[in-house]
């Protein structure tokens, strides 16, 4: 990537699909080389929260596409970061503000984008842009200032994201460990989070009931166990569960040894190796407002989510069904009645919201009480 467009004059870019659709607008942020930025073409509803979603690993190989009319508004600050950079393709608004304002802010996106080499196109007609991709289904896209031809090449060229291991692109290369910041006077535990893309908010969390050490996801079931971890932590990811090398055998040699909890991609990985099958939604789920119904309570909390593979709802012994999206009635949750072990699709973490599903982190926490007691009791 070179450095910014700098002429301070809008530059005219556009926007092409494999299919042949195109979308004009003025590119913004980082200058690909060539003119050109590739991806897998998906849209995210969030009103707020453009820093998050476009620092989470879980885009890699996608080109976001907001739907909320304003991007940039508040500006980015060094506090809300998801992951160490960027990993997304690129990024589609329809208006940007002539300035930022918030207390907060230490930068205004465009400076943000041209930092992390990362493209982007505004003046699109998003809802159009939107109704196409849920009529037609993601898929791969070219933008950028380069001719229509060559933009077009490009979009078809792009193998998207079936079939290709993401996670190897956004995995941490060594472990690290998270303090535990534990302070309702239980001892803290001893977990190991396997990062398939993790998010810091979800660190977050996991730091709230325990030391948190993060191994990277070609990390074997046996090197993880020799850590002597209380609980294991499966994080959310981009892309094709089946693709990720390695993962279902690893989860597989941690299943019945420690507990286990996974978010997104965990979420898949686990019901991979439980034996219930993944395949890709049409449009995928991205946004911070789905309904999903807890079938234990009954109660329906208000989600954020981000995927483009679903996990099916095959009968499975030993697997229960825990929550549903009432939008599409997909898979939200699921719990092995064998061992423990329970992942939800959605965010519980959510930053910056909603809220609704922190609570799974304590049920983790409680899960692994009650496991530390089973097995004291068994001595």
Known sequence: MSSQLSSGRPVAAALVLADGEIFEG???????DGGISSGEVVFNTVLAGYQEVITDPSYAGQIVTFTYPHLGNYGINNEDHESRGTF???????????RHSNWRSDTDLESFLVAQGIAGIAG???????????????MPGAFGTADESALRAAAVAEPGTNGIDLVATVTCDQPYTRATNRNDGSAPWNLVAIDFGIKTTILDHLSGIGS???????????DILAMSPDGI??????????????????????????????????????????????????????????PVRNLATGVIEITSQNHNFCVADDQVNGVELTHVNLNDDTVEGIRSLEVPAFSVQYHPEAGPGPHDSRYLFADFDDMLTDHHNTAAGAR
């Open 212 to 222: 948190v050490t993060v191994v990277p996801a070609s990390m074997p079931a046996a």
């Open 233 to 290: 932590f499966l994080s959310n990811g981009p892309g094709d569960p089946e693709a990720v090398l390695g993962a279902t055998d690893t989860i597989d040699g941690l299943l019945g040894e420690v507990p286990i909890f996974g978010i997104c991609l965990g979420h898949q990985l686990l019901s991979l190796t439980l034996g219930l099958p993944a395949y890709k939604l049409a449009f995928g789920h991205h946004g911070g407002n789905h």
């Open 124 to 138: 699109i007609d998003t809802r159009r842009l939107t109704r196409h991709i849920r009529e037609s289904g993601a």
């Open 26 to 32: 003025e590119a913004f942020g980082a200058q690909p």
């Open 88 to 98: 997304l393709r690129g990024v589609v608004a329809r208006d940007l503000p002539r």
